[in-house]
């Protein structure tokens, strides 16, 4: 099964600075068909259901802040939150949703104030 | 407004059984494909089976293949998971969820429900 690997397990970052999540894929994402990688972030606050941020690797879902940004192409990618705001404390999580099933997450990300 | 709503657990022995339902609204059930993903709390996200828009197909993570059964009801707007021969790994929190696109099993989720508490235990 492919395997997505997401770095840090956590991270603490003052309010206004820039926080850098990356997953890795054991295989390539990228479908070369039609140049898309299928790569979707997700974000996870405490109490709540995950919720769609990123997918096609860097295309924003609809309604989310333009301090998210999804980045990246074949095995690598990078969700980087510009400016974070106290809102942005959650756990975030990578999906691949190319090859077969399963639609595999990545471990998860927390994301704290320092 | 796009509304799922799970139901269905609770607590049940090792050994035991369960169906766990999904009510959906806001959309057109039958063009999307419908997911169930778990959760042991505090951990991370765990994908456990996907039915096709059409219901002739679905797949199923390695860890409940041949155990769990997901299935749709167009009529009533329902998506279900049936738990046999539950374990106490299979204690979680499970969502539904739907797919983002439509004609296909591979596709982000972009809405899920709150979840249901299943937890495994004598």
């Known amino acids: 099964d492919i395997v997505m690997t997401q770095s840090p397990d956590s991270l603490a970052v003052s309010l206004g600075e820039r926080a850098t999540i990356n997953c890795k894929s054991s295989q390539s994402l990228l479908y070369s068909s039609n140049n898309k990688n299928y790569l979707a972030w997700y974000q996870q606050k405490p109490g709540q259901p995950p919720k769609l941020l990123i997918y096609w690797a860097s295309t924003r879902e609809f309604g989310v802040p333009d301090r998210f940004s999804g980045s990246g192409s074949g095995t690598d990618f990078t969700l980087t939150i510009s400016s974070l705001q106290a809102e942005d404390v959650a756990v975030y999580y990578c999906?691949?949703?190319?090859?077969?099933?399963?639609?595999?997450f990545g471990g998860g990300t927390k994301v704290e104030i320092k | 407004e796009v509304q799922l709503v799970e139901s269905g657990g609770v607590v049940v022995q090792p050994g035991g059984s369960l169906r766990l339902s999904c009510a959906v609204s806001g959309f057109t059930f039958e063009d999307y494909s419908m997911h169930w993903v778990r959760q042991i709390p505090g951990k991370g996200l765990e994908w456990v089976a996907v039915?096709?828009?059409?219901?002739?197909?679905?797949y199923y993570a390695d860890s409940v293949k041949g155990r769990f059964t997901i299935s749709r009801d167009t009529s009533k707007n329902s998506l279900y998971l049936q738990m046999n021969s539950l374990r106490s790994d299979d204690t979680a929190l499970y969502y539904c969820?739907?797919?983002?696109?439509?004609?296909?099993?591979?596709?982000?989720?972009?809405?899920w429900g709150q979840g249901t508490l299943v937890t495994v235990s004598s």
């Open positions: 039915i096709r828009w059409d219901g002739y197909d679905s």
């Open positions: 969820a739907k797919g983002s696109l439509s004609d296909t099993v591979m596709s982000p989720f972009d809405s």
């Open positions: 999906q691949r949703y190319y090859h077969d099933p399963p639609l595999t």
